[in-house]
């Protein structure tokens, strides 16, 4: 039971450049989430996802993408990455709704130069 | 505009004393509220909860407080212990699945 899973765990990316944050989650929970997380600045919510089908923008949605590919997937797409961007992406996953407990990825470190 | 904060960055504690934690948000449609743990290159994990129903919610050494009038929680680790340390997020939601975080405080304790 790996709960959930992030990919990759680190990445540079160059100004401009795309790329995509992978998250799968085996709990068969219906929500699924995106953080980053910034010194001094905490976990700050990008995107979420309260059941399949459904994306809403969290606090930070500016210059990201998200699909809910399936009740198992959620990803992140960063269409043209900034170094702004630069930041240590969690997904995660709670238990039930109501803002329950959620679980939470290893996390993808990354870095736009 | 920040509506969970944590106003200390870092707290150092002895090891064996408490150590107490401090949580403020200004929503007052929050009505569940958790704190998480986080150890470096790891995600945060979940540590205790309380709901707004409770002022006080109890496990082993982790007690949660709250406080709704004064719109504050409080996380108090008694006796600390040196694994104790990392940081700390309180987290706060509005019967929805938005979990709001805070910045985190940094917790040391030293032997």
């Known amino acids: 039971n790996a709960g959930v899973t992030q990919t990759p765990k680190f990445q540079v990316l160059k100004t401009g450049q795309s790329m995509t944050l992978q998250c799968a989650q085996d709990?068969?929970?219906?929500?699924m989430y995106w953080y980053r997380q910034d010194p001094g600045m905490g976990l700050r919510l990008i995107y979420y996802s309260a059941s399949e089908g459904t994306t809403d923008k969290g606090e930070v949605p500016n210059g990201y993408n998200v699909s809910r590919l399936n009740k198992r997937e959620f990803s992140l797409r960063l269409e043209s990455a900034a170094p702004s961007q630069t930041s240590v992406y969690f997904c995660?996953?709670?238990?039930?709704?109501?803002?329950?407990?959620?679980?939470f990825g290893q996390g993808t470190r990354l870095t736009v130069v | 505009d920040q509506q969970v904060k944590q106003n200390s960055p870092s707290l150092s504690v002895q090891e064996g004393r408490i150590s107490i934690l401090n949580c403020d948000y200004t929503?007052?449609?929050?009505?569940?509220f958790l704190w998480y743990k986080k150890y470096p290159a790891e995600g945060p994990t979940f540590l205790i909860s309380i709901s707004s129903i409770k002022d006080k919610n109890e496990d082993g050494r982790f007690t949660v407080f709250l406080n709704k009038s004064a719109k504050h929680l409080s996380l108090h680790i008694v006796p600390s212990q040196p694994g104790d340390s990392a940081v700390y997020f309180c987290a706060a939601s509005e019967n929805t699945d938005k979990l709001i975080f805070g910045t985190g405080t940094r917790l040391q304790v030293f032997p």
């Open positions: 929503n007052s449609m929050f009505d569940y």
């Open positions: 995660a996953s709670p238990k039930r709704g109501g803002g329950s407990e959620a679980f």
């Open positions: 709990m068969n929970h219906n929500s």
